[in-house]
């Protein structure tokens, strides 16, 4: 399993347990890194994307965070 559909599960976790901001966030954020790592050469560095990526990132953790149980 990728990384973006794993993402995309947990998403479909958050919206059937009532948080489908979250799940929104989450598909829109893996969707744009997902881009954005496919469209760049592999011999280009991702520096013009590395500030979205990491907002996008950390968005996606703290999403994750706030529904973690341990």
């Known amino acids: 399993m990728t990384l973006e559909e794993k993402v995309k599960a947990s998403a479909e976790e958050l919206r059937t347990s009532g948080h489908p901001e979250d799940a929104e966030r989450l598909e829109r954020d893996i969707e744009y890194v997902s881009k954005v790592w496919a469209d760049s050469p592999a011999d280009v ?7 979205d990526l990491l907002e996008c990132l950390q968005r996606m953790l703290a999403i994750l965070g706030r529904h973690v149980t341990v």
């Open 45 to 51: 560095f991702l520096a013009d994307d590395l500030g």
